[in-house]
């Protein structure tokens, strides 16, 4: 029987196609991969060098640790957050769209969001959120140490926010939770507790988005009239 004098020679088993250069952004677009299917404790060193074909050190030139590795895919998140901004309306209603649009990328990856409260972000796309802020708040007179410490303020309400929606919760779970704490509210002792028991429909009144408006305003307002902080004198 005669033989394909053409069939093409075996390839080594250990022939395989080049890989490409490891760099930040692509291992920053692998985490938000794993981020979208899995959650963000998938989002680990190891996962991510599986997925590159790389071992877990070869990332720490990139990344110092999974915190940062973290930090720096809620940066990339952030991107979207300071793109084509209005240029319409107030200052004040300019402050309310950025920091919605930051609670909605917040909203979107809630463990992000719990990350946050005990993370110090420095990224490029968050200091450009932080840019704008600032320039808005300088736009309504606000004084640049109120500004600064007001823009703090304003960015650790809109985190805690979206935190408060845990992905450990269900819908169904905080709805019972609702549910119990306002039965909890109705039915205390109102000689006991007289302020609850006058406030308890204020107390569930409202929708999210107005109490968010409500709470930016009241942060804005306290910090274009601040109280007057005497400063301790210490002896030297």
Known sequence: MMTNQYQPAPRSRRERPAKSALTRQGIIDVGLAILQNDGLNKVTMRRIAEAL???????????????????????????????????????????????????????KYPEIAQMTLTTHLNGPNYLALLEHLLALLHEGGMADHDAAWASDLLLLYATAVAAEHSPRKSSSQTADEDQVFFATITTVDTSKY??????????????????????????LNGALNPPHVETEQKNV
Request: net charge negative; hydrophobic share 45%.
């Open 194 to 219: 007289p302020n609850v028991t006058r406030l308890g429909d204020e107390l569930f009144s409202g929708s999210g988005t107005e109490r968010f408006q409500w709470a930016i305003d009241t942060i």
């Open 53 to 107: 074909d790389t071992g877990p050190a070869s990332l720490y030139v990139y990344v110092r640790n999974t915190v940062d590795l973290h930090a720096q895919i809620l940066d990339a998140l952030l991107a979207a957050v300071t793109e084509s901004l209005p240029v319409d309306g107030t200052w004040r209603d300019r402050v309310k769209q950025l920091l919605k649009r930051y609670l909605l990328v917040l909203f």
